[in-house]
C-alpha cells in the first residue's frame, strides 16, 4: 500500500491523495492529538479523556455475546444479526469495556459511527485533521469499541480515518473485485452497508473460490495510534481493531456536487425495473445506460442543438429539483 510519512504531524496532503486516488495510509498525521496522546499514557487515561467531552447524550452501540468473537453479523441463514442493538451513555460503553479489558473473548461493545459535534463537543478542537481547511466541509464520526472486526464493506464518499487509540489492521479491494468478495444481503446489514459474507479469519474456499482472486489483488495496512489512511470511494475494506480498546476518528464527504444525489436509490430501481427482464431487454437497456450514463456526459447531447438539450445538459440545481420532481410522480402513479 501506498504510504506517506508526515513529518511533524504537518498539514493533510488532500490534494496529493486525491490526484492519487489510491488507498493511502499516513503516518503519524494525527501524533499530537490530544486523544493519541493521552492513549500513549494508557488506557484509562484515553477513557477519561473522553469522559471529559462527554454531553451525557444516549447513543446507540452494538452489543453482542462472547460467541461471536468480536463480529457483528449474520446467523447461519442471514435472516436476522447476531447482536443487539442498545442505547445508553457513552460512559456506560467505557465502562463496559473497562470491566472486560483482560478478558481473551469479551463481549462486544462497539459504538459506530457517531458524530462527534452532539456527543462529544469541543473535543474536535485539539483533534482535527484541518479538511476546513481545504474547503471540505466534513463533520468528524468516532468509532468506539473493543476487539471488533468489521466485516468487508463498501463506502461511497471519500474517507479518512485516524486510528486514535489501539492499533487497526485494515484490508483494502478495489471496487471491481466486488463479484469475487461475495457481498450478502441488502437488507438486513450489520452496520448500514452491504458486507461480504466471506470470514476473513477463516475463508471458506469451497464456497466462495472467486475470494482467491480477491486475495491476489488486497492491500493490507496496521495503523498505530497518530496513523491514518486515506479510503477513495466505493473501495471495499475489512477492519480489525486488534487492541482491548479501541478508537478510531473518520471523516466522510463527497466530492460531487450537492444536488447530485446518491446513486444507491437509483440501484435499487434497477433491482425493481431492469433485473428480471428477459435477457434481449436487458441488453438493450445496457446499451441505453451506457449512452446516456456510463459513456461521456456530452456524448447524448452534443448532436441536439443547445436550446433543446434539458436533461441531456449537465445537471444543476434547477434539473436536479425536475428530475427529482418526475420521480416522485412516477413512483407515486
Known amino acids: 500500500m501506498r504510504s506517506l510519512e508526515v513529518a511533524d504531524a504537518g498539514p493533510l496532503p488532500l490534494d496529493d491523495l486525491l490526484t492519487a486516488g489510491v488507498p493511502t495510509r499516513l503516518g503519524g498525521i494525527a501524533r499530537t492529538w490530544g486523544l493519541v496522546r493521552a492513549g500513549q499514557q494508557s ?76 456527543a462529544l463537543p469541543g473535543f474536535d478542537v485539539d483533534n482535527d485533521l484541518g479538511l476546513a481547511a481545504h474547503g471540505v466541509q466534513a463533520p468528524p464520526s468516532i468509532w468506539i469499541g473493543n476487539r ?39 437488507e438486513p446489514t450489520p452496520g448500514g452497508q452491504v458486507v461480504s459474507l466471506v470470514d476473513f479469519d477463516a475463508p471458506d474456499f469451497a464456497r466462495f473460490p472467486r475470494f482467491r482472486d480477491a486475495l491476489a489483488t488486497a492491500q493490507t495496512v496496521v495503523l498505530e495510534p497518530g496513523d491514518a489512511i486515506y479510503i477513495p470511494g466505493m473501495w471495499w475494506h475489512h477492519v480489525r481493531s486488534e487492541a482491548p480498546f479501541n478508537v478510531l476518528v473518520n471523516y466522510w464527504w463527497r466530492r460531487a ?42 456524448r447524448a447531447g452534443a448532436h441536439v442543438p443547445e436550446t433543446a438539450r434539458d436533461l441531456l445538459a449537465p445537471i444543476d440545481d434547477t434539473r436536479a429539483r425536475r428530475l427529482r420532481a418526475r420521480l416522485i410522480a412516477a413512483l407515486n402513479r
Open 43 to 118: 488506557t484509562q487515561a484515553a477513557m477519561a479523556y473522553l469522559r471529559g467531552f462527554d454531553a451525557g447524550r444516549p447513543v446507540t452501540y452494538s452489543h453482542g455475546a462472547p460467541s461471536i468473537g468480536g463480529r457483528p453479523f449474520y446467523n447461519e441463514d442471514c435472516t436476522a444479526l447476531n447482536f443487539e442493538v442498545r442505547r445508553g451513555g457513552i460512559g456506560e460503553v467505557l465502562d463496559a469495556i473497562s470491566q472486560h479489558l483482560d478478558d481473551a473473548r469479551p463481549p462486544t461493545y462497539y459504538v459506530a459511527s457517531l458524530p462527534i459535534a452532539g
Open 148 to 186: 471488533v472486526v468489521a466485516s468487508c464493506h463498501f463506502d461511497a464518499p471519500e474517507n479518512l480515518a485516524v486510528c486514535a487509540v489501539g492499533r487497526r489492521r485494515f484490508t483494502l479491494f478495489p471496487p471491481e473485485q466486488i463479484d469475487n468478495l461475495y457481498p450478502g444481503p441488502l
Open 257 to 298: 456536487p450537492a444536488h447530485l444525489a446518491s446513486p444507491l436509490p437509483a440501484l435499487y430501481h434497477a433491482l425493481w425495473t431492469l433485473r428480471d427482464l428477459p435477457e434481449r431487454e436487458k441488453r438493450a437497456w445496457a446499451h441505453v445506460f451506457d449512452y446516456y450514463v456510463f459513456g461521456p456526459a456530452d
